[in-house]
Structure formats: structure tokens, C-alpha cells
């Protein structure tokens, strides 16, 4: 159930299990008892670039916003903050003429779900990278998401805004960076 993770019964059961590490997506908010207890060890994916767009739903608002280069999805380590934590990879949507939003996501969670796996395989080889500090992201709440915005992100695919971000996509992309492992890059080993 939602914040049952932070009861202190599963949180004690959780530091005596004592995990090498613990992976998160999609959970409820993990209190500071469990970050503490784990630094660096919990690695939560966020459907997202951090630090462009944090909280719920924000591959949806930057579609919505027309600002389809911080689609994409990034692996932070856990932090109290939300979506916060220091970045250890991130990866952009791979968007084709024609996309639709399903098709955008889809491919997204495709994506992340086999560089999650090589992630948690090939932990050994993670380098620190910078951090993208310099850049202030918008916060998005699960209430956020409205049918409007629904009908505008619709009106954005028919209005072809696929076409327009992919004439300037690589100006974006150098524009907003993302933080890259070398060995995640080209779909890993």
C-alpha cells in the first residue's frame, strides 16, 4: 500500500535483509530511515530528465510543452528530495517522424527496461559524472495532468510537432545535456 515501505516494521526488516543494493520505479516516496540507512545503494528511475522535469508524469508535460528533448528517462541514486538525487545515466526518447505519443513511450520504457538491466549488471563500471545543477527543472504532481492537457497533447501530434522538434534536435540536444555512462550509451554489452 502506499507509504507502507517507510513503516518502521518494513524498514527494520529491510536494513537486517541488508542489500547490496535496491532498486525503485514507479513506488511510493522512500523516507530518509531507508535513504540514510542505504547512500548511494538505492537507485530509482524516473521517467523523466532530471533536472529539466521532476515528479509525476513528465514525459507526458514536456510532450504537452512541446519540449520533446527532455523526454527520456534518468537513474538517479535516491535522495530525500524528489527526483533530485545525483543523476548516474540518462538516456533521451528516440523519436521518428510520424510518432505518436504511445509509440514515444513505449519505445521509452524499451529502452529503459534493458539499460536498467545492464545498469544493475555492469554496476562495476559506473563512473561519477557532473551534475546538471546549473539547470532549474518544473515539478509535476499526479493532479497536474488534466484532460486539457490530454486534448493539447493530441493537438501537438496533429499540428506536427514531431517534425518541427526533429529539424532542431540536435541544437536541443547540446543546448539541454544529459549525463551518460560510456558503457550505456550504444545499448550497452
Do not use: W
Not at 76 to 99: C, M, N, S, V
Not at 107 to 117: N, V, Y
Amino acid at each position: 500500500s502506499k507509504n507502507e515501505i517507510n513503516s518502521s516494521e518494513n524498514v527494520d526488516e529491510i536494513i537486517n535483509l541488508n542489500p547490496d543494493m535496491i532498486v525503485t520505479f514507479g513506488c511510493s516516496i522512500i523516507k530518509l530511515p531507508l535513504i540514510k540507512a542505504f547512500k548511494n545503494r538505492i537507485i530509482n528511475v524516473h521517467l523523466g530528465l532530471s533536472p529539466y522535469y521532476l515528479g509525476s508524469g513528465t514525459n507526458f508535460h514536456c510532450l504537452v510543452n512541446n519540449e520533446f528533448q527532455f523526454a527520456g528517462y534518468t537513474f538517479i541514486y535516491l535522495d530525500k528530495g524528489i527526483d533530485t538525487g545525483e543523476i548516474i545515466h540518462q538516456a533521451r526518447a528516440k523519436i521518428k517522424p510520424f510518432d505518436n505519443p504511445h509509440q514515444i513511450g513505449n519505445r521509452i520504457i524499451k529502452k529503459m527496461t534493458k539499460d536498467f538491466i545492464n545498469l544493475i549488471v555492469n554496476f562495476n563500471l559506473v563512473k561519477s559524472k557532473n551534475t546538471l545543477t546549473e539547470f532549474e527543472g518544473r515539478t509535476y504532481k499526479n493532479k497536474d495532468a488534466t484532460d486539457d492537457l490530454t486534448l493539447k497533447l493530441y493537438e501537438n501530434f496533429e499540428n506536427n510537432f514531431v517534425n518541427e522538434y526533429l529539424k532542431n534536435e540536435i541544437e536541443l540536444h547540446k543546448k539541454f545535456p544529459i549525463i551518460e555512462q560510456d558503457f550505456l550509451k550504444s545499448g550497452g554489452k
